[in-house]
């Protein structure tokens, strides 16, 4: 019997090298890994040992036999991925061993604490040639990043990945700066002189604005804002978002588009029982939002979102689907042929007329925003072939509320080489770099998305927190680092004295022991607190 990937999957690829019979595909390194929607496992060839089921941290693998309603369609996802005729890949080579004549203690300072810097921080601890000593800071009182603030509340088993980064967390060379800025509290100088190197893990965190006319009007929004507001984010939880239209525009068709789409229509009581902020739950409970329309510039080939996402939507109750266009059905790659064909699935099912919808439009490029102080429309040009310039036919979509989802980019940390034209930090196989194709800048590194914008899932950055990390050691070996002039008790007394209100790992534990009491007695995973002083006041005196 062979075992399937489903949903959840996080592409972090443990399942490949655990697998006696290398069935699952795509591999690190291979084409297309980065790319991948998930990863996929072949029917021909596995053997059913279970060790990709025991080593997924996400519980995305489950035996064929095991296959639910809701999972079933995962059969043929896994299913067609092969039936390209995928060539038996090539070994991997192992990367020639690093001779590490200095046993350490290396001290890494590691800015960020989202899966990049939670993968970068395994990594190095987990060497036996070489003792690590690593400090994690981040700006927040809570770790996580992204797992925490970004991933949608009602994918609680993608969010199970948590439970692999704390482990890394808890570890005894790792040290947590919680509620510190980078920039602000320490400065990015300090940070070496207390540390041989400084890996900067800061993620994309700022959406993409669209700059159109009329940017300024009431309720037009990044979708980056609407996801940290229904996630309780701190920077995001005083956000006002006015739901009483009856129709809801989403700009871009990644899948944070569909997130956005999802949550506006799925009901209260469903997301009542995951870990949506109570902010956003009594704002989605008022809503009046009927329907969302979610478009993209290109024809629906071209649609970013990934099928397991389109697949989710069938499993929100009360929900009709529409499209405009479709791909063609007899396109030449099959993992499109099958995202169209699901499409039309839930395009085709029986439509009940007091649902809410989600529609997909296509060819559709927006010009401007109309409105007077709010929002009342969302003007479109058709960008069909031939359909070009000023002659381009204009469409106008009445709405109350619109969310441009067209992407992220990272914030710059004062100090440290930035790159504002696609928001990341320039390097050269994760060595900063002054300037692109500049001279390494000594002892500092990147990973994760401020290195290579905001791509892949969750899983890809472990594969890039790899290579930064390997940059970094064969630099340590080399000679290359300078020693820290100050130790770690200098660290933590220059902490004291500027953040007295930093939190270590017990003040973390505090809090997330708090969130999930309070959500035991609601049945839910956690109540999250979204106000640093609240969290501080949980924390108590467990601070550092």
Not at 154 to 159: E, I, L, W
Request: charged residues 25%.
């Amino acid at each position: 019997m062979a075992h399937v990937i489903t949903q959840p999957c996080c592409n972090d690829a443990g399942c490949v090298s655990v697998c006696p019979v290398d069935c699952i595909r795509p591999r690190p390194g291979e084409p297309g890994f980065a790319r991948a929607e998930l990863l996929h496992i072949d029917p021909e060839t596995c053997i059913d040992c279970g060790a990709c089921i025991d080593e997924c941290p996400v519980d995305a693998i489950v035996p064929e036999g095991d296959l639910t309603p809701a999972t079933e369609p995962y059969r043929e996802v896994n299913a067609v991925y092969f039936s390209t005729g995928v060539e038996p890949a090539p070994p991997v080579e192992d990367m020639p061993r690093l001779e590490v004549s200095d046993r350490g203690p290396l001290r890494v300072a590691i800015v960020g604490s989202g899966p990049s810097a939670c993968y970068a921080a395994e990594e190095l601890v987990s060497r036996r040639d070489i003792d690590v000593e690593v400090t994690m800071f981040e700006r927040l009182p809570t770790p996580l990043g992204l797992v925490r603030y970004g991933v949608a509340p009602d994918h609680q088993h993608t969010k199970q990945v948590a439970g692999t980064f704390l482990r890394t967390l808890s570890r005894k060379q790792v040290r947590l700066q919680l509620n510190v800025e980078v920039g602000t509290h320490i400065s990015a100088a300090e940070l070496l002189e207390h540390h041989h190197a400084v890996i900067y893990a800061t993620g994309a965190s700022q959406g993409r604005s669209l700059a159109l006319p009329g940017e300024h009007l009431a309720g037009v929004h990044t979708a980056t804002e609407f996801v940290s507001w229904y996630n309780g984010h701190p920077d995001h939880a005083q956000r006002e978002f006015d739901l009483s239209g009856e129709r809801a525009v989403v700009i871009g068709n990644g899948n944070v588009a569909l997130d956005v789409a999802r949550i506006l229509v799925t009901d209260v009581s469903v997301l009542a029982r995951t870990d949506i902020a109570d902010h956003a739950l009594e704002v989605l409970a008022a809503s009046r939002i009927r329907e969302v329309v979610v478009v993209g510039r290109r024809g629906p080939e071209h649609a970013a979102f990934t099928t397991p996402e389109l697949l989710g939507l069938s499993q929100v109750e009360g929900l009709n689907v529409h499209c405009h266009e479709f791909g063609s059905p007899a396109g030449p790659d099959p993992v499109i042929r099958l995202k169209n064909q699901v499409a039309r699935q839930l395009a085709e099912r029986a439509a009940d007329a007091n649902n809410r919808r989600i529609v997909f439009r296509y060819f559709l490029s927006p010009m401007s925003f109309r409105g007077t102080t709010a929002v009342e429309a969302v003007e479109f040009a058709r960008t069909e072939p031939g359909a070009a310039g000023e002659t381009a036919a204009r469409v106008l979509v009445d709405c109350g509320v619109v969310f441009g989802s067209v992407g992220y980019r990272g914030i710059a940390v004062p100090g440290v080489p930035f790159r504002d034209a696609d928001g990341t930090i320039p390097h050269r196989g994760g060595r900063v770099t002054e300037t692109d194709g500049g001279e390494p800048v000594p002892g500092s590194y990147v990973a994760g998305w401020i290195k290579r914008g905001p791509s892949g899932v969750i899983g890809t950055n472990r594969y890039c927190s790899q290579e930064t990390v390997r940059a970094l050691v064969e630099d340590f070996a080399a000679g290359r680092l300078r020693t820290p002039a100050h130790t770690r008790e200098d660290l933590e007394g220059l902490l004291d004295r500027r953040r007295p209100e930093r939190l270590g790992s017990s003040g973390w534990k505090s809090i997330d022991a708090a969130e999930r009491r309070a959500g035991r007695a609601g049945g839910r995973p956690r109540i999250k607190f979204v106000d640093i002083a609240e969290m501080l006041s949980a924390a108590g005196a467990a601070s550092h």
